[in-house]
């Protein structure tokens, strides 16, 4: 029995992540990378994961929304919104945040999706204060601590 649930823990974290990657935007490169400087395509083209900033400060780094698979029982029971940044004072470590993307939102994106897909029940308030610690220590471990702060700007279940 008990390596039938271990079974059926696994399908769900691995559906969950399946359903975060599926959700999750993709954006295609631009060009072929030809002409220009390296510094002037790395400028012109936005990082992969990052949204234009539209809070009006210049130290928030916004990401792209991501979504994961809330179950109930073995069954998908709905679906879990996320969106998400970070502040960074130093404008250095802004840029080097930025050219991590990648690797944070991957970071992020596994925490989301083992909390949607495991520890939260449908129909609870999800645990904001357990998301906002783990994904700090996510970015405390990519990046450095203390050298930015993981906010939150909206967590929704549908």
């Known amino acids: 029995m008990l390596a039938l649930m271990k079974r059926?823990?696994?399908?769900?974290?691995?559906?969950?992540?399946?359903?975060?990657?599926?959700?999750?935007?993709?954006?295609?490169?631009e060009g072929g990378?030809?002409?220009?400087?390296?510094?002037e395509s790395a400028v012109a083209k936005p990082a992969y994961g990052i949204r234009p900033n539209t809070s009006g400060s210049e130290t928030?780094?916004?990401?792209?929304?991501?979504?994961?698979?809330t179950f109930y029982g073995l069954r998908p029971a709905g679906q879990m919104h996320f969106e998400y940044g970070l502040d960074i004072k130093n404008a250095a470590m802004r840029k080097r945040a930025i050219a991590l993307a990648p690797r944070l939102r991957a970071a992020y994106g596994k925490i989301l999706a083992q909390y949607a897909g495991s520890l939260y029940s449908p129909g609870e308030v999800p645990d904001i204060d357990y998301l906002a610690t783990r994904m700090q220590s996510a970015t405390d471990r990519i990046l450095g601590k203390g050298r930015a702060t993981f906010l939150i700007a909206t967590l929704m279940v549908q």
């Not at 974290?13 to 295609?28: Q, S």
């Not at 990378?33 to 510094?39: A, C, F, I, L, Q």
């Not at 928030?60 to 698979?69: D, E, L, N, S």
């Open 60 to 69: 928030f780094v916004q990401f792209m929304p991501a979504a994961a698979t």
């Open 8 to 29: 059926f823990a696994f399908l769900r974290l691995f559906l969950a992540g399946a359903a975060l990657a599926v959700t999750c935007p993709v954006l295609a490169s």
């Open 33 to 39: 990378g030809h002409g220009g400087s390296k510094n």
